[in-house]
């Protein structure tokens, strides 16, 4: 059936005037979709691997088992994946550690320090999807949001089997907040199609509705320091030891630098340490280059293809009065080209602590975001949680629309109330 409960979105409303109207299928010929949920702390959003034996509403995971014999390296599949969305949105992704605690138990919706935001495990679902994953929220308020479930009954291995890459883009897509799209190459396209490593346009705009495109930092704004005729002077940042951290950095795109440049105290002890930290800030991979006041090149220090690092470059004998110049940009120019980081200046003796991650605790709240609005109504396709998990207990809703295997398209029947917004856009 064909339902016009919802007032259409303006690429809806586009997609109508630049295309010939199909009877019954209009609805789904939308571009990208938004969700309607989106993580309140999209400065670090952090994911995990659920240990095997974690329990998955009644099943245990096998994640580490399943994708150990089939995708060897998988572990940084995911990490690609997460760094792709990272790339061209104002967030941040952080792999994080994973208790093994049951999936949904837990006071946070976000920011838990058990686990990550975005738990990933695999148990066996039915033949007609590939994984699925929980909205975030508020349309689920608790731990449950944003989590990925992979069939762990499907075949992974990538000479024979589905591409794990391709699949965990499109899952992180929707951990996000992106529902799906019409373009039949988007990676938010409903169904496996094809394999595909990187964001289309359409994948694109759609993050970008949710979170905006990556946004300069308060030093950016403030110096334009992309340049280093315009390098910010972070000399007052220094404190009596010696030291400096700049927190909430970021670079915006693999292409874009960030300059700065400081004046070496009369308290320092004679080296200039400097730090550039994306460890448990971002996946960004980081790199920084110093400069003299005469623009040579000293040292650099890179950590190119890594998800989130640090890099530490050292210059001994440096003089009080003297101006050094620091260059901070992304190690590599492919998925880990963007992303927060801290850059740390320590120009006294005593070691300096890393910058801490920012407190992104978000206590469990009612799911809401459902009722009429429409927003999330894109049909079946991700999860909306309410009440226990019962994937023991999932019952296929299918679609009578195309071919499977889907990504998604089930949908958990909790043993409490359902709601049944899920349903908007169900064909039957
Ligand atoms: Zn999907």
Same mark, same amino acid.
Not at 176 to 186: D, F, M, N, P, Y
Not at 328 to 342: E, F, L, R
Not at 395 to 409: A, E, F, Q
């Given at each position: 059936?064909?339902?016009?409960?919802?007032?259409?979105?303006?690429?809806?409303?586009?997609?109508?005037?630049?295309?010939?109207?199909?009877?019954?299928?209009?609805?789904?010929?939308?571009?990208?979709?938004?969700?309607?949920?989106?993580?309140?702390?999209?400065?670090?959003?952090?994911?995990?691997?659920?240990?095997?034996?974690?329990?998955?509403?009644?099943?245990?995971?096998?994640?580490?088992?399943?994708?150990?014999?089939?995708?060897?390296?998988?572990?940084?599949?995911?990490?690609?994946?997460?760094?792709?969305?990272?790339?061209?949105?104002?967030?941040?992704?952080?792999?994080?550690?994973?208790?093994?605690?049951?999936?949904?138990?837990?006071?946070?919706?976000?920011?838990?320090?058990?686990?990550?935001?975005?738990?990933?495990?695999?148990?066996?679902?039915?033949?007609?999807?590939?994984?699925?994953?929980?909205?975030?929220?508020?349309?689920?308020?608790?731990?449950?949001?944003?989590?990925?479930?992979?069939?762990?009954?499907?075949?992974?291995?990538?000479?024979?089997?589905?591409?794990?890459?391709?699949?965990?883009?499109?899952?992180?897509?929707?951990?996000?907040?992106?529902?799906?799209?019409?373009?039949?190459?988007?990676?938010?396209?409903?169904?496996?199609?094809?394999?595909?490593?990187?964001?289309?346009?359409?994948?694109?705009?759609?993050?970008?509705?949710?979170?905006?495109?990556?946004?300069?930092?308060?030093?950016?704004?403030?110096?334009?320091?992309?340049?280093?005729?315009?390098?910010?002077?972070?000399?007052?940042?220094?404190?009596?030891?010696?030291?400096?951290?700049? =927190?909430? $950095?970021?670079? #915006?795109?693999? *292409?874009?630098?960030?300059?700065?440049?400081? +004046? &070496?105290?009369? /308290?320092?002890? !004679?080296?200039?340490?400097?730090?550039?930290?994306?460890?448990?800030?971002?996946?960004?991979?980081?790199?920084?280059?110093?400069?003299?006041? =005469?623009? $040579?090149?000293? #040292?650099?220090? *890179?950590?190119?293809?890594?998800?989130?690092? +640090? &890099?530490?470059? /050292?210059?001994? !004998?440096?003089?009080?009065?003297?101006?050094?110049?620091?260059?901070?940009?992304?190690?590599?120019?492919?998925?880990?080209?963007?992303?927060?980081?801290? $850059?740390?200046?320590?120009?006294?003796?005593?070691?300096?602590?890393?910058?801490?991650?920012?407190?992104? /605790?978000?206590?469990?709240?009612?799911?809401?975001?459902?009722?009429?609005?429409?927003?999330?109504?894109?049909?079946?396709?991700?999860?909306?949680?309410?009440?226990?998990?019962?994937?023991?207990?999932?019952?296929?809703?299918?679609?009578?629309?195309?071919?499977?295997?889907?990504?998604?398209?089930?949908?958990?029947?909790?043993?409490?109330?359902?709601?049944?917004?899920?349903?908007?856009?169900?064909?039957?």
């Amino acid at each position: 059936m064909r339902r016009d409960d919802a007032p259409p979105k303006t690429h809806d409303r586009l997609s109508r005037m630049v295309k010939p109207r199909l009877e019954g299928l209009e609805d789904r010929m939308l571009l990208y979709s938004a969700t309607g949920g989106a993580w309140t702390q999209p400065v670090r959003v952090t994911y995990s691997f659920v240990p095997d034996g974690t329990s998955i509403g009644g099943p245990t995971s096998t994640l580490n088992a399943t994708l150990n014999a089939q995708v060897p390296g998988w572990q940084a599949v995911f990490q690609q994946a997460a760094a792709v969305w990272e790339q061209v949105a104002n967030i941040n992704l952080v792999q994080v550690s994973d208790n093994g605690a049951a999936l949904g138990v837990g006071s946070y919706q976000q920011g838990d320090p058990n686990n990550g935001d975005i738990r990933i495990s695999a148990v066996p679902l039915d033949t007609g999807t590939l994984a699925s994953a929980f909205l975030p929220p508020p349309l689920n308020g608790c731990g449950v949001a944003g989590d990925i479930i992979f069939n762990s009954s499907q075949n992974w291995t990538p000479s024979t089997g589905y591409d794990l890459t391709t699949v965990a883009i499109h899952e992180f897509g929707h951990a996000l907040g992106v529902g799906h799209s019409a373009i039949t190459s988007a990676d938010m396209y409903a169904y496996y199609n094809a394999t595909k490593s990187y964001l289309t346009t359409d994948d694109v705009s759609g993050i970008q509705s949710i979170y905006s495109a990556r946004r300069p930092d308060a030093w950016t704004v403030a110096t334009g320091n992309t340049t280093k005729a315009n390098a910010a002077d972070v000399s007052s940042q220094l404190g009596t030891n010696g030291q400096a951290s700049l =927190a909430n $950095l970021n670079i #915006t795109a693999p *292409t874009v630098v960030n300059w700065f440049k400081v +004046t &070496v105290p009369s /308290t320092t002890t !004679g080296s200039m340490v400097v730090t550039m930290q994306s460890t448990n800030l971002s996946e960004l991979s980081p790199r920084i280059q110093i400069y003299n006041a =005469a623009g $040579l090149t000293l #040292t650099s220090a *890179t950590a190119p293809g890594t998800y989130g690092s +640090t &890099v530490t470059a /050292t210059i001994k !004998g440096v003089v009080a009065g003297q101006v050094y110049y620091i260059r901070t940009m992304a190690a590599s120019s492919g998925a880990t080209g963007a992303g927060g980081y801290g $850059l740390q200046l320590n120009f006294g003796s005593a070691a300096q602590a890393p910058i801490a991650p920012p407190n992104t /605790t978000v206590a469990n709240q009612p799911d809401s975001g459902g009722g009429s609005s429409g927003e999330h109504g894109w049909g079946p396709t991700q999860w909306i949680h309410n009440g226990p998990i019962t994937i023991g207990t999932v019952t296929g809703l299918g679609d009578n629309l195309m071919v499977s295997p889907r990504i998604v398209h089930h949908q958990a029947h909790p043993a409490g109330p359902v709601k049944h917004h899920h349903h908007r856009h169900h064909h039957s």
